[in-house]
């Protein structure tokens, strides 16, 4: 399962209580105990 979790400051991309429809993932990377961490990055279209 996965939960993505909007992180960060600066200028808002969304509003309050406003969430992206979509995301695209940009990155992964494990760690030696198998916790897999993965980014996503708002689409640009």
Known sequence: ???PVVLGSGTRL????????RLRLVDTASTPTGILMTTYRPPTD
């Open 1 to 3: 399962m996965v939960h």
């Open 14 to 21: 969304f509003g309050p209580g406003d969430a992206p429809s």
